[in-house]
């Protein structure tokens, strides 16, 4: 039933969700709109320029249910001149936390918003260049982490496709840094908890379930997956 009921509210988002399926980009925004939320909460969900809103508030709605945190969905991310990891299309996603917290200040002014997640759809990479890529990174120092669409999205018929799956695997690396940076929840050597360690592909984000039972793994396997 738990799972049932993740499947019906990610096709939600996916009936509204807008935008199409874009390369590695983060579109330039004139101006940055009011990162102020209207209601206070223990989690931001961030969107960046290039990620809907649609989509980040019925994903607020679902964790909040879910985790049983209080989950609200910020306004989208201004422009943040993100540098590519040296001959890649991949921003650099220490640089994206790390530039990110004077826009995201203003929703830590609340000593009850103690973690922000940003959502993207653009490719990262860490900028030690370890990983061919990140589906997520995180800072903890900054308790923000940002988690990227761009390696999770569907190809049917050899094309990309922002579909079901997409979404799910979305909404469970997005409860999986929750999870772990704000809930304190551990890594696990179970491979249907969603806190299971090390997530190295979409096999992997696939078979992984939506719920987190406990059972930990003894060393932390590094700050990005």
Known sequence: MHFFRVVVLLVVALMIQSCAVTGSKLPEQDSVKSNKAEVSADVYLVPMADFPESVSIIFAKLLSRELKVNVQSAPKLGKLNVSLFPGTNQFVSDEILEKSQPILKSLRESPKAKYCLLLTKADIRSASGRDEFSFSWHNKNLNTSVASM????????????????????????????????????????????????????????????????????????????
């Open 150 to 225: 761009a390696r999770m999205i569907e190809y049917i018929d050899g094309k990309p496709k922002v579909s079901k799956t997409t979404l799910t695997r979305l909404y469970k690396m997005s409860a999986r840094a929750i999870g772990e940076l704000h809930l304190g929840w551990k890594r696990s050597t179970n491979p249907l908890d969603i806190m299971y360690s090390p997530i190295r592909s979409l096999s992997d984000i696939d078979m992984i379930g939506t719920t987190h039972s406990g059972s930990v793994v003894e060393r932390f396997e590094g700050p990005g997956k």
